[in-house]
């Protein structure tokens, strides 16, 4: 996505981000810039909420020489070139009614490890701290006493060389306040599990601003939301096996499906609304599937469109200095914003799961644990990430990294595979890793005769997947959508044979997710031996190997055995666990099971498997044991059920799904030879039918005098490997629990 022009670097984003190139810099003989603003900024003493004091890099006192990356209003960057000389200074006057020790926090970019120095002007207070090498960071730069009265802090170089570095901002919390801070933070994050284990989802930037395949002539706001067939996308949704789906409240244009009184009242009419509440009715559709509902929310700045042509924008009163000081009263804005946050959080409650914010440079910096409570209004437990584009996290009162453009990739700081998916340090230290990309040529339609051109390939999704998956980092696949709701079968058949994939326990030789490490790796096939797929992959060579990384419960390492194969090591998570051999002592014999583990924690594991002797060592198949979680999206519920979630007795991902209706059932169709049904037993549980493809086959009894979790009820072997079809049916007793179905090959 990315392209030079000049010397600036500019970028297609989704619009939060769309760039308007202004030039290359122009060096001018060294004057003095004056601060910006406020002379001198008042320290805050005695707030004790949203605390924090910015000093803006681009609005402090500082020499002429250094330059702002600009990308036009109303954003605002940062400054580019600091330390590009070793004159380069910046100079912030400021007054405290209380001299204070503060922790000091630098928002800055660096490639190289620079020594950097703050210091109060005329006294011996110095904080001497150094930058990292990677880049965009959050850098914890230590404690500097700030005295009484006015005074001046300056922040310089103090290496000999110069090393050009970008700055946005200093933050600073005064000492004593800084332990109750960090607690605020940890008590507004919310717990992440659902959404590091989804897997993959779906983002729509769909709206009023939308067009049908052919013509020019689009739908009104109120007509655009009242022809909407949610239906119909619930259930093309539902056939991408896709756990989520992220939603834009806005987007092209700042018009909202929805009846929101918080813009009208904005605006001073209705003409940016639909009557037809579409996004509550969405959310409440996708979340009776058992699919998570989410929304992306863009300002509504229109520099795309002609700045301040609108009447929205207008309404913002936004000050004309802030992008190239970040400095000015953004009051405005941020009250029509917490407005209509707080409206649309309070009418969608908990079928509201999260907030995508773009935009994140227009809010730097900003009241953000404000923010946070507008963001949660009507669900405490609901998701909230800032857009930061490039540069490091602009608040830990958030949940999730934005990540737009990206396809889930190691980062700084990345969880490791096996790990939970939040980025342990770095730019984005404490937020869950998302990735959001564009599976065609742009975010959304938003002209006359757009097509849709898939531009992104099934391998390379199965690919983004299984590297993400494992990390437990979740995939959100933008699509493009016409304005009656249809998609580009292309797109839409890649997502359901990504889903296919997914599902599938086998994992044939020829599978590219496999590593295969050593000198003398070979492949055969059309043998007629009766290997699966008619191939396998061999070596003769001692200590080569082949590796896989894999989701589930467990594996089996399918391979032949014969008289010329040997023993081999096999690990599973970097342990070796045993060795095993596949010589038979006779003839060839295809498709035998050489390893099977089971039992292993639900969630990633490499399995590897290596040469130890024998002439061959050979991979046919591999088959994974899955676990079907109950947010599953094919799981079948009819009847009335409710989720219970959070009762801590022991339940899997702690959460059961539940009826009290005899007749009311549960369905799961799966691709294997064996499945379990794992639920609590206790003495207000009953009878369960459970049918296999149709048939009765069995009916289990969930009672018992004391509560046991995790308790598998049925369980069956020696299906015929191929689909079938699992239903339970509540029979008698006052509750039938569903905790979880396992599917076995």
């Known amino acids: 996505m990315l392209k030079k022009w000049l010397l600036v670097i500019t970028l297609t984003l989704m619009l939060g981000m769309l760039v308007m190139p202004i030039g290359p810099s122009t060096s001018y003989a060294d004057t003095v810039v004056p601060q910006a603003g406020a002379n001198p900024i008042v320290f805050n003493q005695t707030a004790t909420t949203d605390n924090l004091v910015y000093l803006m890099a681009a609005g402090s006192e500082h020499n002429s020489s250094l330059t702002i990356d600009n990308y036009g209003v109303p954003k605002h960057m940062w400054i580019n070139n600091f330390f590009g000389r070793t004159s380069d200074y910046m100079i912030w006057t400021v007054s405290l009614a209380t001299a204070a020790d503060y922790h000091v926090d630098a928002l800055l970019s660096s490639s190289t490890n ?50 050009g570095m970008a700055i ?53 706001v109120d007509n655009q939301a ?53 996004i509550g009715e969405i959310a409440a559709a996708l979340h009776a599937n058992n699919i998570k509902f989410m929304l992306y929310y863009h300002t509504g700045q229109d520099s795309h469109l002609g700045y301040n042509s609108t009447d929205f924008w207008q309404a913002q009163n936004w000050p004309a200095a802030f992008t190239t000081t970040g400095v000015g009263d953004r009051s405005t804005f941020f009250t029509n914003w917490s407005n209509v946050i707080t409206e649309m959080g309070n009418r969608y409650g908990t079928n509201l799961d999260g907030w995508f914010f773009d935009d994140g440079t227009m809010y730097y910096p900003a009241p953000f644990e404000q923010l946070g409570q507008a963001a949660r209004a009507g669900n405490p437990n609901r998701l909230v990430s800032y857009n930061a584009w490039i540069a490091s996290r602009f608040t830990d009162f958030q949940d999730v990294y934005f990540a737009e453009g990206d396809y889930g990739e190691v980062h700084t700081g990345s969880a490791p ?52 998956s494992s990390r437990k980092v979740p995939l959100s696949f933008n699509m493009m959508m016409w304005e009656d709701g249809s998609v580009s079968p292309q797109s839409l058949q890649l997502l359901i044979d990504l889903k296919n994939a997914a599902a599938t326990p086998y994992v044939n030789d020829t599978d590219t997710t496999i590593t295969y490490a050593g000198s003398s790796w070979g492949y055969s096939n059309n043998r007629g031996a009766g290997d699966y797929n008619n191939d396998v992959h061999y070596t003769t060579n001692n200590s080569d190997y082949f590796q896989f990384t894999f989701s589930g419960t467990g594996i089996d390492y399918i391979g032949p055995k014969a008289s010329n194969e040997g023993n081999i090591d096999i690990y599973i998570d970097g342990v070796l666990l045993t060795t095993v051999t596949a010589n038979n002592g006779g003839a060839y014999q295809a498709k035998q099971t050489i390893y099977s583990k089971t039992g292993l924690s639900n969630g990633s594991h490499v399995f590897k498997a290596v040469k130890k002797d024998g002439a061959y060592m050979q991979l046919d198949e591999l088959v994974i044991h899955r676990t079907v979680q109950l947010n599953n999206t ?20 702690n959460d059961v799904h539940y009826t009290t209706t005899n007749g009311n059932s549960v369905s799961y169709t799966f691709n294997g030879n064996g499945v379990d049904y794992v639920t609590e037993t206790y003495s207000d549980q009953g009878n369960v039918d459970v049918y296999i493809d149709g048939t009765l086959v069995q009916t289990v009894n969930c009672s018992n005098p004391t509560r046991l979790a995790q308790q598998t009820v049925y369980s069956v072997n020696g299906l015929t490997p191929g689909t079938h079809t699992i239903k339970l049916v509540k029979a008698s007793g006052t509750y039938m629990l569903v905790d979880a179905i396992i599917a076995r090959s």
Do not use: C
Request: glycine share 10%; hydrophobic share 35%; net charge neutral.
């Open 226 to 278: 009242a022809d909407f067939n949610v239906t119909n996308f619930v259930n093309m949704v539902k056939s991408t096996g896709a756990s989520y789906v992220i939603w834009s409240a806005s987007w092209w244009t700042y018009q909202m499906n929805a009846p929101i009184t918080a813009v009208d009242n904005i605006v001073g009419n209705g003409n940016r609304t639909s009557t037809r509440d579409l």
């Open 168 to 220: 946005k901002s200093l933050e600073l919390m005064r000492n004593e306040d800084y332990p109750a801070y960090l607690s605020r933070i940890s008590s507004f994050k919310k717990d992440t599990t659902w959404l590091s284990n989804a897997g993959y989802g779906l983002m729509f930037q769909y709206g009023a601003w939308g067009y049908p395949q052919t013509g020019t002539t689009k739908k009104s």
């Open 417 to 468: 595979v096996g790990g939970n998916g939040v980025f342990t340090s770095g730019p984005q230290k404490g937020l869950l890793q998302q990735a959001m990309f564009t599976m065609e040529q742009d975010w959304g339609v938003h002209a006359a005769n757009t097509s849709i051109t898939t531009q992104i390939t099934g391998a390379q999704a199965s690919s983004w997947l299984q590297s993400a």
């Open 114 to 163: 620079t020594p950097l120095k703050l210091s109060v002007v005329g006294t011996s207070n110095v904080l001497n701290f150094t930058t990292s090498n990677i880049g965009w960071d959050k850098r914890d730069a230590g404690v500097i006493s700030l005295p009484a009265g006015t005074s001046q802090i300056k922040l310089e170089g103090t290496a000999g060389t110069a090393n």
């Open 634 to 653: 094919d799981l079948a519920y009819t009847g009335s059920w409710s989720l219970s979630s959070g009762r801590g007795v022991g339940d899997y991902l």
